[in-house]
């Protein structure tokens, strides 16, 4: 089947050619006739299978004809990232090459002017996050009664990041005549809730879930001895430095994470920059940009570059940090050996990592995967714990010195200088002696603290004398002053 069987127009086909693609994946062959025919879809499929040009396309073919009015965009594309996000409008400029439609891209990290300025002329396809969205709807640059086509990608991503009762409320906003394309990886409680309540007898395609990763990736683990993050950014090192590595998307679980290890890469010498969340939206652009442009070697990444980008000719995949979720593990890897080119996908395993290893191999079918042998790296550079003040065997040993000072201290300050142990007399055995003399005498009171051992309060920079009452004397409350309103008769 080719992309004319579909139903797609000859402005359409020509863009697809242009673009080089000749036959649709399974998703697109099951989605874009039902879309284009009006029908809601309902999309369950990984990222990598092709599902955005499943919703490009048919949406252009519908927009084809009309025109949209000032503030009223005529569809709406929510995504979970910014990236995602211009990702889907790099694809409308490309598909829709040969059409004259205009676009908005609304993420964060954007000036609201220019963002302002498109609504206002009026926009054909509205490209968003659900966050920067509902801001720019709250600040009234949006009306919704025009939306004919709504679109959902990656729902499932949209509910690990909390975006599920945003799109809830937007749906809300939306007309009912609307018609809807969710994509979704999963479909959990909460995503299927959406789904019956939002869409209208959708057509439901589902692409089977890939058991394993592609073929044309060759995957591979490095076993390290120890968790210590020095010995870990050593082996990364190691493995960039070897032969075959033309670029490549280093991942890991943490910010902090992404940060450290890309300093460490450019303070070796490495081409490398980061990429987070956290990061500004023009440095994230910029970033992904050189990489693409072979001007930046090596990507160092959080999740957020691990779905949906198509970053074309990634030689190499690196896992600094074990996926806490197995899924993502296949998602990281998808980075590399796409369109057919060969790629590899190498992970660093600590002792530490093997519950979240053995899911990985649950996911992905497989008994083990390669481990490349790294002994004798290691046995020239032993771990930071074994050597340096920073592990854990350091600490304890400067814990059971710092307890030892501290005992010797406490003991020799315990005693006086010119005196004997022996002759030190014990308070308790003092108290015991005087109970055996005194046993028939009249019990004595507890002798009063001396004014000269009370402490001296200060307040406002001035002395305070200790208080001159007895503790068994009655505190004395208003004395002889009561206040008249204390004295006023209570309404019963």
């Known amino acids: 089947m080719s992309f004319a069987d579909l139903g797609l127009s000859p402005k359409l086909l020509e863009a697809i050619a242009a673009a080089g693609y000749e036959n649709p994946t399974p998703i697109q062959k099951e989605a874009i006739p039902p879309a284009i025919q009006g029908h809601d879809v309902l999309g369950i499929a990984q990222t990598g299978t092709g599902k955005t040009a499943s919703f490009t396309l048919p949406m252009i073919e519908r927009l084809s004809k009309g025109r949209a009015k000032a503030r009223m965009p005529r569809s709406l594309v929510l995504a979970p990232t910014r990236e995602l996000a211009a990702q889907v409008a790099e694809n409308f400029e490309k598909y829709g090459v040969n059409h004259k439609l205009s676009m908005a891209l609304l993420i964060g990290g954007v000036s609201f002017g220019d963002q302002d300025a498109k609504l206002m002329r009026g926009v054909d396809v509205l490209i968003a996050t659900p966050g920067r969205f509902i801001d720019q709807f709250e600040r009234g640059k949006l009306l919704l009664s025009g939306i004919e086509v709504m679109v959902v990608d990656e729902a499932d991503r949209m509910l690990d990041m909390g975006f599920i009762p945003d799109i809830e409320k937007i749906f809300k906003m939306t007309p009912m005549t609307r018609q809807t394309l969710f994509f979704s990886a999963t479909m959990p409680p909460e995503i299927q809730r959406i789904t019956d309540q939002f869409l209208h007898n959708p057509v439901r395609v589902e692409v089977s879930r890939p058991a394993s990763t592609a073929e044309t990736i060759t995957q591979r683990i490095v076993r ?178 710092s307890s030892s000072r501290r005992g010797n201290r406490k003991s020799e300050s315990s005693q006086p200088d010119n005196e004997p142990a022996a002759t030190a007399e014990k308070p308790a055995e003092k108290a015991a002696a005087t109970t055996v003399e005194d046993d028939n005498a009249a019990p004595q009171k507890k002798p009063q603290r001396s004014e000269s051992r009370a402490p001296a309060r200060r307040r406002n920079g001035e002395a305070r004398a200790p208080s001159s009452r007895r503790r068994d004397e009655a505190v004395v409350g208003l004395g002889d002053h009561v206040p008249a309103f204390l004295m006023r008769e209570v309404a019963r």
């Open 224 to 401: 390290v001895p120890t968790k210590d993050d020095k010995t870990k950014r050593n082996a990364l090192r190691e493995l960039l430095r070897q032969e075959g590595v033309k670029n490549g998307i280093i991942f890991c679980n943490r910010k902090s994470t992404v940060d450290i290890v890309a300093k460490s890469l450019q303070k070796h010498g490495f081409n490398a920059r980061p990429i987070h969340g956290d990061l500004a939206q023009a440095f994230r652009m910029e970033t992904l940009n050189k990489f693409r442009n072979d001007e930046v070697q090596f990507l160092v990444a959080s999740d957020v570059a691990a779905r949906g980008l198509d970053i074309p000719a990634v030689s190499h995949v690196f896992n600094y940090d074990v996926p806490i979720h197995s899924d993502d593990y296949v998602h990281r890897i998808g980075r590399t050996g796409r369109a057919g080119l060969k790629g590899a996908a190498l992970m660093l395993v600590s002792p530490a990592d093997g519950k979240h290893y053995d899911a990985i191999l649950k996911t992905i079918g497989a008994e083990e995967i390669e481990v490349l042998d790294f002994s004798k790296f290691f046995e020239e550079n032993p771990g930071q714990e074994s050597r340096s003040r920073g592990g854990k065997d350091a600490k304890e040993s400067r814990g059971r010195r």
